[in-house]
Each structure stands twice: as C-alpha cells, then as structure tokens.
C-alpha cells in the first residue's frame, strides 16, 4: 500500500496536468482554421505588400528588387496624397455619420415592431449584401442620369420644371456609400437593440417620462457604444470602398483607392502603390483599435 500510493497520486496529477492543457489548448484547436485561412488570405499578403513598398521603381519595370523609404518619404510632399485623404476622409465622415443615424433609426423601428413584422425588415436590409456592388452601381447608374428614373419621378411629381442629372457627382457617390455600407450599420445596431430588455421603456412611461425623455434618458445612454461601433464600422467600410465612388463620383473625386489604382494600374508603380496601401491599412487598424477599445468599455445592457 505505500507503494501504490504514490503511483497513483503521480497518475492523479499527471492526469490533471493533461487535462489543464487539454483545457488550455481547446480554445486554439477550435480557432485554429478560421487563424490559419486568415493568415494565408490576409497576413500573407499583407506581408508581400508591405516588402513591396520597399522596393524600388527605376525603369519602365513594375518593381526593382531593393529597400528604400522614398514612397513613403515623397507622401509627405505630395500635395495629391494629402488631398486625396483629405477627400476620402470627409466622405467618409459623412458617409458613416449618415449611416448611424439611419440604420439607428431603422433598427429601433425593428426593435419595436412585433416579431410578426421583424422578418420582412430583416430580409429589406438583407437585399444590399446580396446583390454585387458591381450591380449596385449599374442600378444607380440607371436611377441618377439625366433621363433616368429619379429625374423623371421628380418632373412628373411637379417638383422640378426641368430634367436634372445627378450622375458623376459626389452626391452620387455619397448616396452610392450609404446604400452599400447601411446594412451593416444596421446589423450592429440591432443586435444591440436585442440586448436591452424592453420592460426598462415600461418602466421609465410609469415612472411618466415621455418618449423623448425615455430616449434621451434611457435608450440612448444604453446604445452609444454600439454607435460607435456603428461608426467606426461605416467608416472603416467607406475609406476602402474604391468602385462606388470612383463609378459614380465626378473625375476630380480623388480618393485613397483612386490613387492606388492609379499607380497600380496606369504608372504601374508597384512599390507607391503599396505604400498608399499600407497607410491605408494602418489608418483602417488604428480605427479598428478604436472599436476593440470601445467595445470593451461597453457596459453591460441587459437591465
């Protein structure tokens, strides 16, 4: 019996020990593809594109293999880079100030309706994600024109005595962003909306505070983090987007992913290229930084 005792508590612990591991390691075995095809799919490239940044233009060559800071050092001076972020910030901006507020009103009005009604909202924003952003663009191209549907619906109403064109034009590629980025700004807001329990809006009309104050008071202190979220998320979605404002806005609409595929494509200066692509892509993770630590200072909303 001495001697069994220590074998079997030796077995004991080595069994925990196993299971402490087994426990640890799970988390990283259930992740484990999704990290692997993000980091083929995403890391990788990002890894070329950031050596490719580096390299060196010298001749008619797309690339010459070397290490040099010169694009990064001429953004700086180029008044076309400074302008074209200025651009794309703006529209941003206002892009992802306008989707908030839409998708925060539309996901209210889900969050409030009965279920019966909730299937047939879901599916209307749905439409936008399943259509290509290629086809979006061909629908707009149909509405904005001269003598296309907006304007015709606008002289036959009366409101206007003359046709009107609003293709190639920021408004276009303005309303072209928010139709393309709302569905997600929606879908954030209202997975959020479903986190609040309702007897809260109950108890704040027995209490006798009006809609307007139960909103200001009760609503809208539970969902600025989801605001936020909302927003950062539109913003991160705009500043990428490169076909819907270039297909849509006027030729001086000179955005980030303009001039990547300006260098890309009619320089073929690969290296500059890629280095407009790697501020664009810090900009986008300092953002994302931002909504992690938005996130995580959310307070609870369950009531």
């Known amino acids: 019996m001495n001697i069994a005792g220590p074998d079997a508590a030796a077995t004991y612990e080595a069994a925990r020990r196993r299971a402490r591991l087994r426990e640890k ?3 990283w075995l259930l992740v484990s593809p999704a990290l692997a095809i993000t980091l083929f799919f995403f890391a990788v ?8 940044s580096f390299n060196e233009k010298i001749d008619q060559r797309f690339y010459v293999p070397g290490f040099t800071f010169d694009h990064y050092s001429s953004l700086l001076t180029d008044s076309a ?15 992802s100030i306008a989707t908030t507020l839409i998708g925060y009103a539309f996901a209210l009005l889900v969050w409030m309706k009965p279920r019966r009604w909730r299937f047939m909202f879901i599916a209307l924003a749905l439409c936008p994600m399943l259509i290509s952003e290629i086809s979006i663009i061909f629908g707009w191209w149909v509405f904005f024109p001269r003598n296309g549907l907006l304007s015709y619906v606008l002289t036959t109403m009366g409101l206007l005595s003359d046709k009107v064109g609003l293709l190639y034009t920021e408004y276009a590629a303005f309303v072209g962003l928010v139709y393309l980025i709302l569905p997600f700004s929606f879908f954030i807001l209202l997975s959020l909306f479903d986190g609040i329990d309702k007897k809260l809006l109950e108890a704040s009309s027995d209490l006798g505070a009006s809609p307007i104050v139960t909103f200001y008071e009760v609503l809208l202190p539970l969902t600025k ?5 909302s927003f950062a998320q539109s913003f991160i979605w705009a500043i990428g ?19 990547i595929q300006e260098q890309m ?9 890629a280095a407009f692509s790697m501020v664009l892509a810090a900009g986008v ?11 995580a200072k959310r307070t609870p909303i369950n009531g």
């Open 45 to 52: 490239p990002i890894v070329y594109m950031a050596r490719m």
């Open 25 to 27: 390691l799970a988390p």
């Open 241 to 259: 987007t490169y076909a819907t404002p270039s297909a849509l806005g006027p030729d001086t609409l000179w955005t980030i992913g303009y001039l």
């Open 81 to 95: 880079f400074s302008n074209a972020i200025w651009t794309t910030a703006k529209l941003s901006f206002g892009v």
């Open 225 to 229: 983090g989801g605001i936020a979220a």
């Open 265 to 273: 494509l009619s320089r073929h200066n690969w290296p500059k290229a």
């Open 285 to 295: 993770g300092v953002v994302m930084m931002m909504i992690r630590s938005v996130s």
